[in-house]
């Protein structure tokens, strides 16, 4: 149980379009979705937390018009990266936490995004 | 803001050493979290203390939590090459529901 996808798993684009990811949670439900994002050997950076229903709290530095985040439904949370430049290039993952208040949280697979 | 260091950054071992890495926040934490991710994954939950003085052994793996709630750290005895990867902490703290990864230890392990 308490598996998490993320779709596509890897993109490749042309700078200035945009790129959509998904991130669902298979088998319950995620009042909260969080978006990560981690650079080559490093670690992973909390971008924003999303929450069903609700705006996105985004991280100090993260430009909340450009990284896009819809939490429309209890299973799934999308992250638009918009107008995207090389420097977005970078592996986003994504987390669910299954209840309000529980510490743990179920990662997905990661999407590696590679802007020419 | 908070902070969670690791030491080492990276470490190469011959299989069968003994491997500790060793997380360090700048604030107390209500729990901490350790995660494995090998090359070119996710990272993969291992395991979560909550206790000050906390200690729990998963087969060869060893996690400690700190009396402060601001340290811990991870002890593999006999390091095996699937233990390959980089193994982050993550520290939760009381007033807020995110995580807050370490830097992260890349184990190295050959024959």
């Known amino acids: 149980g308490a598996v998490v996808s993320q779709h596509p798993s890897r993109v490749i684009c042309k700078s200035g379009t945009s790129v959509k990811i998904e991130c669902r949670s298979l088998?319950?439900?995620?009042?909260?979705m969080f978006w990560y994002r981690q650079f080559p050997k490093q670690s992973l950076m909390l971008m924003a937390t999303?929450?069903?229903?609700?705006?996105?709290?985004?991280e100090q530095g993260v430009e909340k018009d450009k990284f896009l985040i819809n939490h429309a439904s209890l299973t799934l949370s999308t992250l638009t990266v918009t107008s995207a430049h090389p420097e977005d290039s970078s592996f986003y993952i994504c987390?669910?936490?299954?209840?309000?208040?529980?510490?743990?949280?179920?990662f997905g697979p990661g999407t590696r995004l590679t802007v020419l | 803001g908070q902070q969670v260091m690791q030491i080492p950054q990276y470490q190469h071992v011959q299989e069968g050493e003994d491997f500790t890495t060793y997380c360090n926040s700048s604030?107390?934490?209500?729990?901490i979290q350790w995660y494995k991710q090998r090359p070119g994954g996710h990272p993969v939950f291992l395991i979560q203390?909550?206790?000050?003085?906390e200690v729990k052994k998963q087969k060869r793996l060893t996690f400690q939590f700190g009396e402060a709630k601001k340290n811990s750290s991870l002890h593999i005895t006999a390091t095996q090459t699937t233990d390959v990867g980089t193994y982050f902490c993550?520290?939760?703290?009381?007033?807020?529901?995110?995580?807050?990864f370490g830097t992260g230890t890349r184990l190295q392990v050959t024959l």
């Open positions: 604030t107390t934490l209500s729990n």
């Open positions: 088998d319950f439900q995620a009042t909260t």
């Open positions: 987390s669910a936490r299954p209840l309000a208040g529980a510490d743990t949280q179920y």
């Open positions: 993550a520290g939760l703290t009381g007033t807020a529901s995110k995580l807050t």
């Open positions: 203390l909550v206790k000050s003085g």
């Open positions: 999303s929450n069903e229903g609700s705006k996105a709290t985004y």
